[in-house]
């Protein structure tokens, strides 16, 4: 079972609105992750989570939150979105063994959480 | 000079022909390559990942990986409309990065015509 779930699908919120996107795995997998995907882009690294710990940040504004519950959940919490936010959003996971990653560790994705910021 | 490269495409190609998608990288750092499948409004679906020189099989694809050459391939035996998609490639380690993290390239739109 490869699979990693997301919710909401639609995300439709205000500019002052707080909201959270959630993911879900039950792989095992110790490394989760935050991605934004515009049209006709590649997906963009946002966070990555090893263990529970934030490992990766890639210099995300702070108006987006991640937080890791325990090793199945992933959540992203939004405040002060601006329109150009607007983007799909993808969880991924990945096994990573302890604590160390892998140049062959696999990243599964999400179906994504497709946002519009108004 | 960006760290994967891909051709936009579009690529397009007759059903039953061969595709081929190819990839280019500039970190000899990277260590292992993954070719995932994205449906438009969908989430990238894994296709394969190499990370040894040569050719690495799985059904009707073929990943193909040249070290010396800095170069990945993907190609699409007996293609077929439902192979349709934006093929993305990416790259573990690029740019002396953390395993952790995946640089991907641009994707090269495939269109199978019937």
């Known amino acids: 079972d490869t699979e990693v779930t997301q919710t909401p699908k639609h995300l439709v919120m205000g500019m002052t609105n707080k909201k959270s996107l959630k993911c879900e795995q039950h792989?095992?997998?110790?490394?989760m992750y935050w991605y934004k995907q515009k049209a006709k882009k590649p997906p963009e690294l946002m966070f990555v989570y090893s263990y529970e710990k934030l490992s990766i940040n890639e210099s995300v504004p702070s108006r987006f939150s991640p937080e890791c519950p325990n090793s199945s959940l992933l959540n992203l919490h939004l405040h002060a979105l601006q329109p150009e936010d607007s983007a799909l959003y993808l969880c991924?996971?990945?096994?990573?063994?302890?604590?160390?990653?892998?140049?062959?560790?696999?990243?599964?994705f999400g179906p994504g959480t497709r946002l519009t910021v108004l | 000079q960006k760290e994967v490269e891909q051709n936009s495409g579009p690529l397009s190609v007759p059903e039953g022909a061969i595709a081929s998608l190819n990839c280019t990288y500039s970190d000899r750092g990277s260590q292992s390559f993954f070719w995932y499948r994205q449906y438009s409004g969908k989430s990238p679906e894994l296709i394969m990942f190499?990370?040894?020189?040569g050719d690495k099989e799985d059904g009707r694809f073929t990943a193909q990986l040249n070290k010396a050459s800095q170069y990945v391939s993907l190609l699409i035996r007996d293609s077929q409309p439902s192979d349709s998609a934006t093929y993305l490639c990416?790259?573990?380690?690029?740019?002396?990065?953390?395993?952790?993290?995946?640089?991907f390239g641009q994707g090269t739109i495939l269109t199978v015509h019937p």
């Open positions: 991924a996971s990945s096994q990573e063994r302890q604590g160390v990653f892998a140049s062959t560790d696999t990243q599964y």
């Open positions: 990416a790259a573990n380690n690029a740019g002396g990065t953390s395993y952790g993290k995946l640089t």
């Open positions: 190499i990370y040894s020189n």
């Open positions: 792989m095992g997998h110790r490394a």
